[in-house]
């Protein structure tokens, strides 16, 4: 049972990445899910969220509008499309399943997700 997230890699900045989170032997498809990212020194913060059927995306202040999130239920994925990078877009960058297949917590909070997966390397350069 894992998420896998990758995608990852140095960018400079103004550059673009798309980040990849499949399961395996776990189903995605009735469960709102969320991206998150740590950089050193730094807690982990909420990036972007995406609710069960895709009618709700959710975003940071510091990503609005650069970063969009998506899903394919059918191929158990999800997915972070994030362009005009920035330095401090630097970070460790997680996949999570939300807890429950109802909302029942907030999305901007990391304990309301259950399940996580190991993280990408997101490096941008100045």
């Known amino acids: 049972v894992q998420l896998q997230a990758c995608g990852g890699g140095l960018v400079q900045a103004g550059g673009s990445l798309r980040l990849s989170c499949a399961a395996s032997?776990?189903?995605?498809?009735?469960?709102?899910m969320g991206w998150f990212r740590q950089a050193p020194g730094k807690e982990r913060e909420f990036v972007a969220a995406i609710t069960r059927r895709s009618d709700h995306t959710y975003y940071a202040d510091s990503v609005k509008g650069r970063f969009t999130i998506s899903r394919d239920n059918a191929k158990n994925s999800v997915y972070l499309e994030m362009n005009n990078l920035k330095p401090d877009d630097t970070a460790v960058y997680y996949c999570?399943?939300?807890?429950?297949?109802?909302?029942?917590?907030?999305?901007?909070?990391?304990?309301?997700?259950?399940?996580w997966g190991q993280g990408t390397q997101v490096t941008v350069s100045s």
């Open positions: 032997g776990l189903t995605l498809t009735n469960y709102a």
């Open positions: 999570a399943r939300y807890g429950r297949t109802y909302y029942s917590d907030s999305y901007y909070v990391a304990g309301s997700y259950a399940y």
